[in-house]
């Protein structure tokens, strides 16, 4: 006997459900993201029958072997990279970004390397598999492993899978995908949630491994319930200005690695092209004896990048001093400038203050604060820092330029580039043999010390 059909509302950010509308979820307290959803009668008593018998499926860890190659080589180092060394046999990896950054461009690209040793499944529910094939032919995609599909039905796509057993499927994109038992639209949140565990349980039975393509909302976050993300082993975002030719590829979430990694990439006439040497790439172009520019060193995963750190401080025009940063955190910024005014003596009362991460990149870590403070301090007097001269450490409330991780690492990148000056944190020279490095290394304990020494002079 089936029940009664209702209608609840399901949180578009966690999946939190609740009988009635709510402006503010209980559970994740955002506001206005629940949505109607309409739910089918299920037959009563189902859960009274037999249980199933898992038990033959107990398997001690010991018993498993792992010695064979449980990874796919992607053919392209920096994603490589992100996924931790290649792409799990089984795993599901949801990749998004904005519309026109290249998530079905690179997915496409790869498929040359795959088809090499394994046969690819292309699913789009949003082109023709005449219109991939026009885009393959521009990007060089010309692999006969390649087999495409255009259809709308996650489970004729899943029935797919199960009989013809492709090695690696795409699928491009998840919000593309419907379950025709449901009564919603494809997009929904039910419908994007069902086609997610749905492709999850055929990618762990038949040890697959699925890319999932996410569209994004105007917030910038993968489209769908939050609970999509949580289903899935890796989330990778595009990150980028579409204006801009420079693509950034990380890891928001990897079960199989680290999350720390990023890879770059450049958009070119015939795709997408690895950069392997980013920090070349973000100080390429940079002016000559200009003031408010220095350059800083950021780690991204196991991998340091140096990248120019721009400042422009100018007499307002307004009764309120205007503060802007892009590419650095706005909080720390104004945090900056306070102990600027407070333990230096400097004044920005009245001065318009502009932060520059140049090259679309994004630095999160404390250790550009340096950096930051010599480019304010050089705009403010009007003063360049030395071009072969690097700077990194985090800055205190107090003023003090406190320790940092990996000061060998960071060293040598700026020694590779041609850096002759570095300035470190005073406490971080223990960690370092002075003699290894080909470059003058100066220890500072504040801000003051710093300043000093930002010029040859």
């Known amino acids: 006997m089936a029940g009664k059909s209702k209608t609840v509302y399901v949180c578009n950010e966690c999946g939190y459900e609740s009988p009635k509308w709510n402006g503010k979820c209980p559970s994740c307290s955002a506001w206005n993201s629940f949505e109607e959803v309409f739910v089918?009668?299920?037959?009563?008593?189902?859960?009274?029958?037999?249980?199933?018998?898992?038990?033959?499926?107990?398997t001690e860890i010991s018993d498993i072997d792992i010695a064979d190659d449980v990874r796919y080589k992607t053919g392209t180092n920096e994603l490589d990279r992100v996924l931790g060394g290649g792409l799990v046999k089984g795993s599901i990896v949801l990749l998004g970004g904005e519309p026109g950054i290249g998530k079905s461009t690179l997915l496409l690209q790869i498929c040359q390397y795959f088809g090499e040793e394994h046969t690819?499944?292309?699913?789009?529910?949003?082109?023709?598999?005449?219109?991939?094939?026009i885009r393959a032919e521009r990007l060089g995609v010309n692999t006969p492993n390649l087999y495409l599909l255009s259809v709308t039905d996650a489970e004729a796509?899943?029935?797919?899978?199960?009989?013809?057993?492709?090695?690696?499927?795409?699928?491009?994109?998840?919000?593309?995908?419907?379950?025709?038992?449901?009564?919603?639209?494809?997009?929904?949140i039910t419908q994007v949630r069902e086609c997610t565990n749905l492709f999850m349980h055929t990618a762990k039975a038949e040890e697959v491994p699925i890319f999932l393509v996410g569209h994004v909302n105007k917030d910038g976050a993968i489209a769908g319930p939050k609970v999509m993300e949580h289903i899935v082993d890796t989330v990778l975002y595009f990150e980028g200005d579409r204006n801009l030719s420079y693509r950034i590829l990380r890891a928001v979430k990897n079960r199989f690695g680290s999350t720390n990694e990023i890879g770059v990439f450049e958009m070119v006439d015939k795709g997408l092209e690895e950069v392997e040497n980013p920090s070349q790439m973000l100080l390429s172009g940079r002016p000559h004896d200009v003031s408010g520019s220095c350059v800083a060193c950021v780690m991204e995963g196991t991998r340091p990048i140096l990248s120019e750190v721009q400042a422009l401080v100018t007499k307002s025009g307004f009764?309120?001093?205007?503060?802007?940063?892009?590419?650095?955190?706005?909080?720390?910024?104004?945090?900056?400038?306070?102990?600027?005014?407070k333990r230096m003596g400097l004044f920005f009362g009245n001065l318009d203050a502009y932060i520059n991460i140049v090259g679309g990149f994004r630095i999160d870590e404390p250790a550009a604060d340096l950096a930051v403070a010599l480019a304010l301090y050089s705009s403010l007097i009007d003063k360049p820092v030395d071009e072969k001269l690097i700077a990194f450490g985090e800055l205190g409330l107090g003023g003090e330029v406190r320790n940092v991780s990996h000061v060998g690492q960071r060293i040598s990148e700026a020694q590779r580039l041609g850096f002759e000056r570095c300035i470190v944190p005073k406490n971080s020279l223990k960690s370092i043999n002075e003699k290894d490095y080909d470059i003058e290394i100066i220890g500072v304990s504040n801000l003051r010390q710093a300043f000093e020494k930002m010029t040859k002079d």
């Open 157 to 188: 796509v899943s029935d797919a899978i199960i009989s013809e057993k492709p090695e690696i499927v795409i699928i491009d994109s998840i919000q593309t995908m419907a379950i025709s038992s449901l009564p919603s639209s494809p997009g929904s």
């Open 319 to 341: 009764n309120s001093p205007r503060r802007t940063s892009t590419g650095f955190d706005f909080n720390r910024m104004a945090i900056i400038i306070a102990v600027l005014e």
């Open 120 to 133: 690819i499944l292309y699913v789009s529910g949003e082109e023709s598999v005449r219109q991939i094939k």
């Open 40 to 58: 089918q009668a299920t037959p009563k008593g189902r859960s009274a029958g037999k249980k199933a018998d898992v038990s033959s499926k107990i």
